[in-house]
Nanobody, 115 residues
Framework: QVQLVESGGGLVQPGGSLRLSCADS????????MAWYRQAPGQTRELVAR???????NYADSVKGRFTISRDNAKNTVYLQMNDLKPEDTAVYYC?????????WGRGTQVTVSS
């Protein structure tokens, strides 16, 4: 059973940093591409960052240079380091796994950037 659990969200001031983590209870994380999505109220869910099984990455233009996605396959964990946070980064952030037979979503973690 694959279960994704996000952690690390919270309230930060503009310019601050957070690191989100996504842990998988199973042992198949290492063979899945992984991604972080986010959704703000009234907005569609958007792709923030993606990392392939080989470690190549893609980022939304809005977060390039500020966010970094990484993975530790041995720990079945994916991370999103978020630096220089802006109010427009406020959203629920979701962990996502591109499974072979189906996709997997975490429940999300709230990130609020406000002074």
């Amino acid at each position: 059973q694959v279960q994704l659990v996000e952690s690390g969200g919270g309230l930060v001031q503009p310019g601050g940093s957070l690191r989100l983590s996504c842990a998988d209870s199973g042992n198949i994380f290492s063979i899945f591409p992984m991604a972080w999505y986010r959704q703000a109220p009234g907005q569609t869910r958007e792709l923030v960052a993606r990392i392939s099984t080989g470690g190549s990455t893609n980022y939304a233009d809005s977060v390039k240079g500020r966010f970094t996605i990484s993975r530790d396959n041995a720990k079945n964990t994916v991370y999103l380091q978020m630096n220089d946070l802006k109010p427009e980064d406020t959203a629920v952030y979701y962990c996502f796994a591109e499974g072979r037979l189906r996709d997997y979503w975490g429940r999300g973690t709230q990130v609020t950037v406000s002074s």
